[in-house]
């Protein structure tokens, strides 16, 4: 019994290495065929993904400054215009006639109708800042601009724009100026005020999306148009790009984030001979996302169809490794039953080796246990006090003599059969034939027999006498096995594909779970000592197994027992030996 | 006067001098030979032998073959095989050779009596059948 449990430990601990080695194939086949499906795919997803991304993004930025070149250019026109009118003004007038305030209206007025109202006011300035002539809505006569910055530049240059400024009136402005010079030869300048909130409302009709807007800023990073409440500039951005020169490439864009940590794009390009930088910016995310919604789908696309990979690569390596396991089992009971079948033949042949030696001496003793016997009948055994005695003993021997004889006899029809011819056989008839011989013995037992035979059966190749044999064996157990008045034993014959099939059922007291292995092995029975040699179902495993078929049991103890055979059939027109089932179909009760 | 005179054939001499002594005192004559050669040898010797009881399995001349050389020789005398293994087929072999009849060892005395007296009767109704053709035939030469 504990030799039985470390032997069942042992087997249990295989079993786990081997699902362990099962678990651990299946992982290396999921890691592999996860690997090679997957890495093609994300490679070719990150080419994809990098060249798109780099040609889109070039596209943006390529539109984006077309744009913001477009209106950097109508921009500039617009000042050179600005620039010209003033300029015409000074070329057309001397100083003295643009002295004259009634002209300077009228001229304000031309201009106002003849290019646009952005003009807000005219002034003459002479080289000392001084304004001796205004026309506009402000009142500026005799203005001091000696000291504005802008004054001395404006009187250095032949031509002049201002940033923009607030100055003297308090609101945001910028001015043209046009140098000319008076009969004397001192310079004199012609200014004018540009309406700032026009030429504002001119930089912030540039605009896309939601977040891109357009703004002017000077070389030194101060706005020229101004920004609404909610819009920000991030202005360490601008200064990276109020620093930059524009001598190379003319539109320059930068990437940046800002402090609420968005990353922004600006597109800037120069004007007013690079004083001024026209700048536009957009959130990133905004500008590129036709890319980013591209993006999101090819991604979820990748990951979707990456799950369905992996996913059917683990139900295909299930379902390998599934069969493997079922093949590698089915194998092992095969080998079990080579071995068994194998241990059967060696046990049986061992049997016969020591049932030939023991028969010739038996058969001595028997026969001069007959001597004596003779012997005594010849004496005159009156006056012996225990002849009776002797006699007794005597038949004793020559009974157990022939017990033995039975005994060996048996034993060597288990190695070395009896009439072992085979030949087309109709089992029906064998049926029939052991129900009839049995049928006596049975009723003894309170038994019946019942036939239940498929009148089609196929004639099976078997020596019949050997297979009376089996047949005997399986009925004479079942008999034995009753242990109630009301026993039925059922003979069923049924043909099963390429087999036949025959069924020997009994209703009786069953075989017990434990002895269900060990019903094959010779010598093994649970009949009283005397009444079974133990040999009868080992014989019967061995016809049956030489003759290409099985023989398998189901018992319930208590409700008895079902022996099966399964032989395979004679086909129409064919041999034996070439219509054999190729495989013994596996029963989980057999032995 | 004897039942019939019978060659017991056995490599086992314990059996061979048992079941001789036990036959003897069931009227049977006896000789007995430890193979097969031997036991071809006593037939030469002695014509008055009836019966052969031969063991199958013997070394040298194994049962079969000395059946087929007593056979050969000795038509008129009957052979009954005994054999140590349940191989009916060896036995049965022995009968389409010509044997009389088989038993297996260890056997029952009186079955083996009884089988040496069908022997016999068989084998004297043969010589009968003999003697009466002989006769025919030199009354029919003298008719």
Known sequence: MAKCSVIQGEAQRQQADKRLEYAKFRRAMTLVVTAVSMTPLLLLSAVLYFSYHAVYEGKVFDHLEAVVERHALAIDEFLFERRQNVRMQVDSYTYEQLRDESLLNDRLRKMQSNYSNDYVDLGLVDEKGLQPAYAGPFRLLQADYGAAPWFRQAIAEDRFISDVFSGIRGTPHFIVTARGRKTGGEAFILRATIDFAHFNERVRQIRMGTTGLAFLVNRQGEFQTNLRPDETVDHAALAELAARDFSKSLPAHLEKANPQNQTMIYVAYPLKMKDWILVFQQEKHEAFSHLYNAQLISVSVLLLGGLAIVGTALALIRRMVQRISAAEQDQEVLQKQVVETGKLAAIGELAAGIAHEINNPLAIMVEHAGWIDDLMKGENTSGMKNFQEMQNSLKEIEIQGRRCKEITHKLLSFARRTDSRVQETQLNDLMQEVAGVSAQKARYGNTIIRLDLDPDLPTVHISPTEMQQVLLNLVNNAIDAMNKPEGVIVMRSHRDGPWVVLEVEDNGQGIPQANMPRIFEPFFTTKPVGKGTGLGLSICYGIIDKSGGTISVDSTPGQGTAFTVRLPATLPGSTAETQQPESIPNKGDDI | ?143
């Open chain 2, 1 to 143: 006067m004897t039942m019939a005179k019978v060659l017991l054939i056995d490599d086992e001499s314990g059996f061979l001098e048992v079941l001789s002594k036990r036959l003897e005192t069931r009227n049977l004559s006896i000789v007995t030979a430890l193979s097969g050669e031997a036991g071809l040898k006593a037939l030469g010797k002695d014509h008055a032998l009836d019966v052969v009881i031969l063991d199958v399995k013997m070394p040298g001349l194994d049962g079969i073959q000395t059946l087929q050389m007593i056979k050969k020789d000795f038509p008129l005398v009957e052979v009954i095989m005994l054999t140590g293994h349940a191989t009916v087929e060896t036995a049965i072999e022995g009968m389409k050779l010509g044997a009389f009849d088989y038993l297996m060892k260890p056997c029952d005395i009186d079955l083996l009596v009884q089988k040496v007296q069908e022997a016999k009767e068989k084998k004297a109704k043969h010589e009968e059948k003999i003697v009466q053709a002989q006769l025919k035939e030199i009354t029919s030469r003298m008719a």
